[in-house]
């Protein structure tokens, strides 16, 4: 579809769903690794809340949250 609406592009230009997976697992690791280092030298304690709901069509969800004074 975008290559009929926009000429100019390539094929090429287009990553494949298999190259955007990739570059987000790439980024999560790199964020995890600054992540964990900032809760190894956290001040004091770390604290979590979590929430379970789900949509209208029962698809559950559940988001967890943590806080922490950094250095």
């Known amino acids: 579809l975008l290559l009929l609406l926009r ?3 390539k ?3 287009i990553p494949h769903r298999t190259k ?4 987000i697992i790439t980024s999560w690791k790199e964020h995890y690794k600054v992540l964990k280092g900032d809760l190894a030298v956290s ?3 770390i604290s ?4 379970i709901w789900s949509d209208g069509n029962r698809k559950p969800y ?3 949250t943590s806080h922490w004074i950094a250095r």
């Open 11 to 13: 094929d090429t230009d």
């Open 43 to 45: 001040l004091g304690r």
């Open 20 to 23: 955007i997976r990739e570059q």
């Open 62 to 64: 559940l988001a967890i």
């Open 48 to 51: 979590f809340t979590a929430d």
């Open 7 to 9: 000429p100019e592009l």
